[in-house]
């Protein structure tokens, strides 16, 4: 038979195990067991401290009386001297007083602990007035809270209340790391970060947050499938916790655009909803259009630089709008705000300032718009005529195919001149190419053909010969076809069985960047062997992963979650703003352009920024920046500067470019 061999064990072990066991055996056995060790500890010692005594009684059982009374008054049981009734009743009497000042102690000690349980899950109610609430939460709420602490900075007292199904204690961890300040204030300033937790869809656990006093609320739309639905459900909610009229500035998000008009259904009036593809794939098609626009509103909605303001026009009522242009030197005029609350952005120079009307501008703070006359800075000698420009036909070139592709190839259409072509090369699983030939379809001036490929795959786009296109746009794409995302019907209808299959999946942010990041350090390495820079314009989801592109420093990134937290923080600031920026994205009207320098001043000379803005006045544009070549590499500005002052002499050269804006 096999000898079995056991490892000693220790002494500290066994009592270690025989304690474990004891405090397992429940209530009574512990007090009991308790009430001998100190026993145990305590007669032994009043003894000692009797016989050691000099003053001691002499007899033993003087002595033992002694040692009775050390003992009752070290557990505060009297120590009654006397007959043994006497003593029994005492002892009782001082067991009776300890049970209830004990239990009196255990109450008490019971009702603070939890209420200090019910701050640490947040349950209670913010009581502050004025403050920003942030309903959600995901990836998007660091950019939010970022943005909204620099919004605060110039704010003796400024508070932001994030309520999301979360635990309290690790929500104000993570957003205390995320702005890289313990406790939320080395990051934050003197702003405020209250967290409270609960579900945002519930009114009751809106009330934590005290929405009705708040100036602004953000809705955030959270990770995964079923975001849109839940943004919905939370303004339903909000709507019957907030009152009417309300003053209090609602702003959500949605991703897909067929969930946008439900959107703005459920925020009722007042509520300004974005829809994060429309947006993502006006200003993709716009900086595939404009390289360096991605740097301009990078710099135009973040509060680190200069924003979009209201003026007063009491000092220009009766001009014509294009006398405002050079009304103020710090800042640069773009539009109106009309008393019935119509934005328009770059009206006609002639059109007249009316009683109400705002000046829409871009300026460093809402108290440095201060009227100043730029006219005398403007030197008509260095205006020139804009050389005529041709439209022609181009190739460009989009890799990846996903939700928002449909949108970008039809709002590419809109720009491009006939004969355009568009190639596209994303995973072939049947649907995408028949989505893409749907889409193709409907369009007028595009020419659109698919090509099945792995982007990621360095044989595939080593045959496409990318030097040759005009532009390149990259987005992300997942590795293979899923269901499509979740609408916000109850019950969907069942598919018929020759229904084709979905034509593109929710992608998550993690796996479409992965692909991406990998895309773009074999187009890098396509780049430097044809010795060129290839015109990329690539969407990321993640603002970390961008850092980790290998791309030149100042590319073009469309971060999709970090542009529409720029946006909802932005309008929550100021509800104005949504209709300005509404105008700014869509089809019609105005847009930012991004125009050789030298088609609006003369290059052999430094000029004041003044006469750019003259210049472009005489163009029905308005000019508010520029870009240096020269300075194109070099961070944080990549040679982008809006809003200069106007008197600042700058010399241009022959490719440098003009911040304008014009109509499309």
């Not at 609960?198 to 934590?208: I, K």
């Not at 909803?273 to 740097?295: F, N």
């Not at 928002?404 to 259409?413: H, I, K, M, S």
Request: with cysteine; charged share 20%; proline share 7%.
């Amino acid at each position: 038979m096999a000898q079995q061999h056991t490892t000693p064990t220790s002494l500290r072990l066994r009592l270690r195990y025989r304690f474990d066991n004891l405090v397992a055996g429940g209530t009574t056995p512990l007090i009991g067991w308790l009430a001998l060790a100190c026993l145990a500890v305590v007669v032994p010692v009043s003894a000692v401290l009797v016989w050691a005594d000099r003053a001691a009684p002499p007899t033993l059982s003087g002595r033992l009386t002694a040692v009775w009374v050390s003992v009752g008054q070290t557990l505060k049981l009297g120590g009654a001297v006397g007959s043994p009734l006497y003593v029994l009743a005492s002892v009782t009497l001082a067991l009776v007083a300890l049970l209830f000042v004990s239990t009196l102690v255990s109450l008490i000690t019971t009702g603070i602990n939890r209420r200090i349980m019910s701050l640490r899950r947040g349950h209670s109610t913010v009581l502050e007035a004025g403050h920003t609430v942030v309903l959600g939460w995901s990836d998007q709420i660091f950019p939010v809270v970022s943005e909204l602490v620099a919004a605060g900075a110039n704010q003796r007292r400024s508070a932001i209340a994030v309520l999301a199904p979360r635990d309290k204690v690790d929500m104000e961890d993570e957003v205390a790391t995320g702005l890289g300040g313990p406790g939320g204030r080395t990051g934050t300033g003197a702003t405020r970060i209250i967290c409270r937790s609960g579900p945002t869809t519930d009114p009751a656990a809106l009330a934590r947050v005290s929405p009705q006093t708040s100036k602004a609320v953000l809705v955030l739309p959270p990770d995964g499938d079923a975001g849109d639905a839940h943004v919905v459900k939370t303004l339903l909610a909000l709507d019957a916790a907030l009152p009417r009229p309300r003053g209090t500035v609602v702003v959500a998000a949605v991703r897909d655009s067929r969930n946008h008009l439900t959107a703005k259904l459920a925020a009722g009036p007042g509520g300004h909803v974005l829809c994060a593809d429309e947006i993502i794939a006006r200003l993709l098609v716009q900086t595939a259009r404009q390289p360096g626009l991605s740097l301009v509103y990078q710099d135009l909605l973040d509060f680190d630089g200069d924003e979009f303001y209201t003026a007063d026009a009491r000092d220009l009522l009766g001009r014509a709008f294009g006398e405002a242009l050079l009304a103020f030197t710090t800042s640069s005029v773009v539009g109106l705000l009309h008393e019935d609350g119509r934005v328009v952005l770059n009206p006609d120079p002639g059109t007249e300032i009316g009683a109400g009307d705002r000046i829409i501008l871009i300026s460093e703070d809402d108290d440095t718009a201060v009227p100043e006359p730029a006219g005398p800075w403007v030197d008509e000698d260095a205006i020139v005529t804009a050389r005529p420009g041709s439209r022609r036909a181009e190739r460009l070139l989009l890799l990846g195919w996903n939700r928002r592709a449909p949108l970008v190839v039809e709002q590419l259409d809109e720009f491009v001149s006939p004969g355009t072509t568009l190639d596209v090369v994303a995973l072939g699983d049947g649907a995408a190419p028949r989505t893409a030939a749907e889409v193709a379809a409907a369009r007028s001036r595009l020419e659109v053909a698919f090509h099945s490929g792995d982007i990621t795959d360095p044989e595939v786009l080593a045959k496409l010969d990318v030097p040759s296109y005009d532009s390149v746009i990259v987005i992300g794409e997942t590795d293979r076809g899923t269901a499509p995302p979740p609408s916000l019907a109850l019950a969907p209808a069942p598919a018929a069985p020759d229904t084709a299959p979905p034509a593109f999946a929710p992608e998550p942010a993690g796996g479409t960047d992965d692909r991406t990041l990998v895309t773009l350090l074999h187009l890098r390495a396509i780049g430097e062997a044809a010795g060129r820079e290839l015109p990329l314009t690539t969407e990321m989801s993640d603002d970390g992963n961008r850092l980790l592109a290998p791309a030149r420093a100042g590319a073009d990134f469309i971060v999709s979650g970090r542009l529409i937290s720029l946006l909802m923080t932005q309008i929550s600031e100021s509800g104005h703003l949504a209709d300005v920026f509404e105008e700014l994205f869509k089809a019609e009207g105005s847009e930012f352009y991004l125009r050789p320098a030298a088609d609006y001043v003369r290059t052999d000379r430094e000029v004041a920024f003044a006469t750019v803005v003259e210049s472009a006045r005489r163009r029905r544009e308005c000019a508010v920046g520029y870009r240096l070549r020269a300075q194109a590499a070099a961070a944080p500005s990549y040679g982008v500067r809006l809003n200069p002052d106007k008197r600042r002499p700058v010399r241009f050269g022959e490719h440098d470019w003009v911040v304008v804006l014009a109509e499309s």
